[in-house]
């Protein structure tokens, strides 16, 4: 045989043997391709573990809903639009809508949640996540503070059996957390707290040194955690913090991602001058600002206010603000005194009182010195005292039942309480309210705290009605009767617009891969209930509530879930 002969067979068997070999490739890629198609089918077949049928889906960003279905797998969204596949739990939403969850950006719950962590008057309104902190925060404690130096919203002290046993803001988060929480929840950290950690409650600048110190803990507070800088200038001591204290302090949290938000210096439209404080901290520090419960701070004189707010806009700076759905807020019992006469706390403020001559330089002060009582008056001033007589009365009545004038009475009436108490005041008009709820930079917030009426946590003081309806009064009154603005971007002022405010990336949006906070309301029937006169009463039409995909009410009615999580800012040391 010839070499050419060999070489041709050698050469037909490999071509034998290759032709072999490509049909067991093609059948076992055939194979594998059937099996990735079975699993595939297999588990597109396994059921979500919620899908919300039927409802109009509102995403948050301020498009326009359309009907489909949401399907939830664990804490996670994970389809939008007709979902074919079943559900372990499925709710008919014909009729309704389905939104994300709605995100208070200014919350004062911090004691409500440690003490009870239901909280069932936000979750019938639809809130999922809530912010703390924004005069003091609940960390961290210490110094030169006064000892029960906390948001003292409920009660004057922390009932019995809940301990402070935290020191620092991330050690608050972390122990709320563990407690367990019907919403998540965030927080600032307070420039009040911090600068009475460092110099008390003094009427002074800070040394070089106190500065340094006051910038540490502002870095540990963000590093911890802490979604930005917060102030509230009304109050002391933070009313004696300058522009360029509190510039240096943003710094500090600019530096860790963070933002600025403050209580401006003024009340009731009196000095709009201080947006412009508050817009220069942010320039100056390089953050973004929010101004909190803006309708009370620009109050009548809302359109000088916007205006400032608008140009800073224009001009590349982002300033943001919130507001609730009332004309009346709440105030402390001590501030309506001059800002003078707050410092060194409440002992202080009751032994100035007591003296002749200082006593009658206050009453002068309520004329000519902010935070100006007599722009509000004696009758727009009610108390909401731990006492069966003066609770819900308004000063000038308590006036007319001593028989004397109502500074004086008020003053009597801060010695008697010893400097502890809150107030309800007006601080605006219809009109001028439904302004700044209008604009597009303006986010709804409570300013207020999740109650649980049938426990009664602080029946000793009047409940204001924004702690039940602030959200339903808003969707019910002002968007479906009054039409101030579409359906879709009033959610979007409540979901989107906060979340991008607090740079929380996975909340905010009904998409694919976000948290499933989500909420199923009836847009016809939603609406508050609770009123000054008749406050103890929750609000109606929200159906259902999810939070990281768990029901926090389900049919109308509040759950025993606790699913909240902490939600911590760009800066935090483990991100």
């Not at 067991?24 to 079975?38: E, G, K, N, P, Y």
């Not at 817009?279 to 973004?288: D, F, N, S």
């Not at 000088?304 to 700076?317: D, H, N």
């Not at 209008?438 to 702690?467: C, I, M, N, W």
Request: glycine fraction near 10%.
């Amino acid at each position: 045989m010839t070499s050419d002969s060999m070489s041709l067979r050698t050469t037909r068997r490999g071509q034998s043997a290759g032709r072999v070999s490509l049909r067991i490739i093609v059948s076992l890629l055939v194979v594998m391709s059937v099996l990735v198609v079975a699993h595939h089918h297999t588990a597109s077949q396994q059921p979500y573990d919620l899908v919300i049928r039927g409802g109009t889906v509102i995403d948050g960003t301020g498009k326009a809903g359309f009907i489909g279905d949401v399907a939830v797998r664990g804490d996670r969204i994970a389809a939008i639009g007709m979902v074919r596949e079943p559900g372990t739990v499925t709710i008919d939403a014909k009729g309704l809508m389905v939104v994300p969850g709605f995100i208070d950006i200014h919350s004062h719950s911090e004691e409500a949640r440690l003490i009870d962590g239901h909280g069932p008057s936000f979750s019938l309104q639809g809130i999922t996540t809530e912010i703390f902190g924004e005069a003091s925060s609940m960390g961290p404690l210490g110094g030169k503070q006064h000892k029960d130096d906390l948001p003292l919203i409920l009660t004057p002290s922390l009932p019995p059996g809940v301990t402070v046993d935290w020191r620092t803001l991330g050690g608050f988060l972390e122990r709320l957390e563990r407690q367990g929480v019907a919403a998540n929840f965030g927080s600032f950290v307070g420039s009040g707290g911090i600068r009475a950690y460092v110099m008390g409650y003094e009427n002074r600048p800070p040394t070089p040194a106190e500065l340094e110190a006051m910038k540490k803990l502002v870095r540990e507070a963000m590093a911890e955690g802490a979604l930005g800088l917060s102030s509230a200038l009304s109050d002391a001591p933070s009313a004696y913090m300058s522009t360029d204290e509190l510039t240096a302090l943003a710094k500090e949290a600019a530096a860790a991602g963070g933002i600025y938000a403050t209580h401006i210096r003024t009340d009731y439209g009196q000095n709009p001058g201080a947006v412009s404080e508050a817009i220069t901290i942010g320039e100056r520090a390089g953050l973004p600002v929010h101004l909190f419960h803006l309708n009370s701070m620009a109050s009548t004189n809302a359109p000088a206010f916007l205006r400032i707010v608008k140009e800073a806009r224009r001009r590349g700076q982002r300033v943001t603000g919130d507001s609730y759905t009332y004309t009346w807020g709440i105030y402390s019992l001590t501030g309506f005194l001059p800002v003078w006469a707050q410092e060194g706390g409440p002992e202080a403020i009751v032994a100035r009182l007591r003296d002749p001559a200082q006593r009658q330089r206050i009453a002068k002060g309520f004329t000519t010195e902010p935070p100006y009582i007599a722009v509000v008056g004696w009758d727009a001033v009610r108390l909401c005292l731990d006492d069966p007589v003066l609770r819900g009365k308004l000063v000038s009545e308590v006036a007319a039942m001593r028989k004397q004038p109502p500074d004086q009475v008020y003053m009597d009436l801060v010695v008697e309480q010893q400097g502890q108490g809150l107030t309800f005041s007006k601080n605006n008009e219809e009109a001028s309210l439904k302004m700044v709820l209008a604009e597009p930079y303006v986010a709804l917030a409570t300013d207020g705290t999740a109650v649980d009426l049938d426990k009664k946590l602080q029946s000793q003081f009047l409940v204001h009605p924004r702690y039940l309806g602030t959200y339903p009064r808003w969707l019910g009154r002002y968007v479906r009767e009054d039409r101030l603005v579409t359906w879709e971007d009033a959610i979007r002022k409540m979901t989107s617009l906060p979340a991008e405010t607090l740079g929380l990336t996975d909340r905010g949006v009904l998409a694919v891969g976000k948290a499933a906070d989500i909420v199923v309301f009836d847009p016809k029937t939603i609406v508050d209930h609770a009123t000054f006169e008749d406050p103890e009463r929750y609000s109606t039409g929200v159906r259902d509530v999810f939070v990281n995909g768990q029901a926090v009410v389900k049919e109308g009615r509040p759950t025993d879930a606790l699913p909240g999580r902490v939600l911590r800012g760009r800066g935090y040391k483990n991100h």
